[in-house]
């Protein structure tokens, strides 16, 4: 009998389609994170996700949400030959012939005309076709539109207008309040006149737009390729008038222009700096002999954001290309005269150094097998695209005549039916007509049940299964571990979570808050801004350990979805709040040689921090204390061995007291201390930016968006000056910001509220805490990068079961807080005791057979 219901519900579970065991929403966001790549197999699953995929909204939004987008290079020859090189597959060795690939370009006739890359924007790519047409190309889908400027053409004083030689600037771009994508050109008449013309692809039409130009353009001041980036184009200039160097902006929306400074360093640089895009941020490079000077904005619009780097080994002419999915820098030998037929790739890190050098050959493609087409020349252009499914606007408005049409063709089958009901004679009795009807209907239904009794594991391949549920945010895996045992056991697997780790595209930053009666409750942080109910944003939560004896907690460190816990009277806790594994530790022999009989932690410490070795896949927590004869200790313990290590020969010198912020952050295999850093179990250090030196103010230690940052509290006009290393060790790339309070604030927060920054939501905003000014309330500040308030968010969490006593509220005494990332991360000892578990049965049910078997010999 359970063999039967066991059966059946195998063959239901078989029956059903994935669209049956996934909700359409979850499905949606699933392929919203699947890599571009991947998406055209998964077109053909269903008609429901063919619908999804084709429609341009999704494609807006994978645009957006994608976790790992493609850079690809466009080389176009002077003979209008093509070839595309796919940037990320070229440092991960794949095969030439999967890295580069022949390209067939758009509107391409019989009759010689030369192409030339112009720009890109959003996976379009502008192209120039001679005489006088601008052509708009997706790659991936094959879109195209070609829109002609011969009306430029007949102002100019030339016969021949060359572009874009003899235009003074042109750029493409995007203007999201219309949905339109321009293309704007600046050039000059026969009488001298400046013109600025904007071309729109939806309406197919010209904008002249010379009331923007309040000065004259110039000509030699300028580089006339124009870069789109947040709803605006920018060239490389002199400022109008003025003798500084800066970056002309023009805006779609507002059809104005306005500067950006460049970096001082540039300030009459003798060599020429060209403007490019690395990883969503405005940049400029200089050649210098072998080395390419590089000097990045790391926030739009903040000039303290300039960051500089240096790369060398690339070539005579390495010009920076994008950023890798690492954050390295790719760049291109640009001279393309070192080797025949060959191009040249390099990558380095943000320090300079090399890391690696790739040459492709691109003889094996068709078009360049000839010896005159083996060689890119100096008529080569190339520009870099991020590939997408963004449809050209005129392709929406062909879909819905499409549709129309379709409309009309189905009125025109009505008109086949005469007033009676029935068809119109034909050749066909209906007898057989009927039974065409019957035997159609059978097909079709039997397709169907051969489509449902597919599983979702029949539908697609395991790879693939797994790549998506990486990139599925942490709250609703909890849900899919039970569509499957495949699915459950993938999810459940250790190494899935190291891996969901480092791929999730949106990672759920949580606050965990414990008063000094250790009750706890987290706040989800993205939740506080997103328009989440109050009692989904905050949540009690029940902490390990607990017993019924009174034993206070409080919060230490945060590492890797793990939270530290100290937990009296001398124990270590680490544990995940998500998992809720957990595991405790004494650390009795510090307090034995303690020069006190109470031995309060943190207070008696001089620093301690959590973190992990990936070397060893170990947790460590590391103490260093002074003991009854005031000498200085250091202590490792290690999670994955219950031991501790003593490490007193790293300290070189007296760690001292007063200097130190106890509290270490963990930080790229290292924990860092104000001040200090500790790494490979020895001690090194960073220097702080020059603004802190000699600073009145104390300054502390926090971790913003993955990065090193200094905060400092100004009393004096009620500020908080923040400063944050964009590149690990890296002292150039340390970017001042400043916050404060908005008029907008309630009259609860008193006048010496501090704001404490301590997390980088998933938008890049700054997410800061005020101090505790009513014990009833916590208060959420949200601030962009230019110091501008965005949002402020106040919680009561009197509502839960603990904290409805106002003994229990929280106080400046006693409340101990800290920010973690999620995860389902395991500890080693998990690992290790799921091991056990596994050999015990499989050894329980050896025995079990082996004394059944003896049972049966018996018996014969």
Known sequence: ????????????????????????????????????????????????????????????????????????????????????????????????????????????????????????????????????????WNPVTGSSKRVSYSHIVSRSPRKWFMFPYSAILYGFGYDASQDDYLVVVA???????????????????????????????????????????????????????????????????????????????????????????LGGCLALYSYD????????????????????YQISGGGEQSAPLCLSNGSDIVALDSSLKFIDSYLRFAKSNVRGELLQLKCFDYRHLGHFRAPSHRRFKDGTSYILYTESLVPVPSEIKDKDKNKKKKNGHQNQKNDDVDYTGGLLPTSKTSSVI??????????????????????????????????????????????LKCVSKLWNTLISDPHFAESHVHLSAAPTHVCLFINEYSQAFSVDIDAVFDGYKHATAIKEVSLPFKTKTHYNFEVMCSCRGFVLLHRAPHFFVVWNPVTRSSKRVSYSHIVSRCNRKCFMFPGSAILYGFG??????????????????????????????????????????????????????????????????????SFSTISMPEQVMGYLDPTYLVLLGGCLA?????????????????????????????????????????????????????????????????????????????????????????????????????????TSYTVYTESLVPLPSDIKDKDKDKKKKKNGHQNQKDVKQRKRTRSE
């Open 434 to 479: 009927e039974g065409e009807k019957i035997e159609g209907a059978k097909k079709k239904q039997q397709q169907d049940e051969n489509y449902k009794s597919k599983s979702i594991h029949d539908i697609l391949p395991l790879e693939l299964i797994h790549i998506i549920l990486l990139r599925v945010p942490l709250k609703h895996l909890g849900r």
């Open 187 to 277: 050039s000059r008449d026969k009488n001298g006149q400046d013109h600025f013309d904007c071309l729109s692809l939806r309406t197919n039409s010209s904008t002249n737009l010379d009331f923007g130009l309040s000065n004259p353009l110039g000509r030699s001041s300028w580089e006339s390729r124009g870069f789109f980036l947040n709803g605006a184009i920018h060239w490389s200039s002199r400022t109008l008038g003025v003798s500084e160097y800066s970056i002309l902006i023009f805006d779609l929306k507002e059809r104005s222009f306005s500067t950006i400074s460049m970096p001082e360093q540039v300030m009459g640089y003798l060599n020429s700096t060209h403007l490019v895009l």
């Open 1 to 136: 009998m359970e063999k039967k219901k066991k059966q059946q519900q195998n063959e239901n579970h078989k029956s059903k389609s994935i669209n049956d065991t996934l909700p359409l929403e979850l499905i949606h966001r699933i392929l919203l994170r699947v890599p571009l790549k991947q998406l055209g197999r998964l077109k053909c699953v269903s008609k429901l996700w063919n619908t999804l995929i084709s429609d341009p909204h999704f494609a807006e939004s994978h645009l957006h949400l994608s976790a790992a987008p493609t850079h690809v290079c466009l080389f176009i020859s002077f003979n209008s030959k093509a070839c595309s090189v796919d940037i990320d597959a070229a440092f991960h060795e794949y095969n030439c012939a999967t890295v580069v690939k022949e390209v067939s370009l758009p509107f391409k006739m019989k009759t010689h005309y030369d192409f030339e890359v112009m720009c890109s924007c959003r996976g379009l790519v502008l192209l120039h076709r001679a005489p006088h047409f601008f052509v708009v």
């Open 710 to 814: 200094l905060y400092s509290y100004r009393t004096k006009g009620n500020k908080t000056n923040i400063w944050v290393m964009k590149e690990y060790k890296v002292h150039s790339s340390w970017t001042f910001y400043e916050i404060s309070r908005g008029q907008s604030e309630p009259l609860c927060i008193s006048n010496e509220s501090y704001i404490e920054p301590f997390c980088i939501s998933n938008e890049s905003d700054i997410i800061a805490l005020y101090d505790f000014c009513s014990r009833l309330f916590l208060n959420f500040t949200k601030y962009n990068t230019r110091g501008e308030l965005l949002k402020h968010k106040y919680f009561d969490y009197c509502h839960l079961e603990h904290f409805k006593d106002r003994y229990h509220w929280l106080s400046d005494y006693g």
């Open 612 to 681: 992990y070795d990936a070397s060893q896949d170990d947790y460590l927590v590391v103490v260093a204390s002074r003991d009854m004869h005031d000498q200085e200790h250091f202590d490792c313990l290690s999670f994955k061995t219950n031991s501790w290590i003593n490490l007193d020969s790293a300290l070189s010198k007296p760690l001292g007291r007063s200097n130190w912020e106890s509290r270490g952050f963990f930080l790229n295999g290292a924990i860092h201390w104000s001040s200090r850093t500790l790494k490979e179990r």
């Open 289 to 308: 002999r072998d080395k390419t000077n590089i000097w990045v904005m790391k926030e739009y619009k903040v000039h303290s954001s300039w960051t500089f």
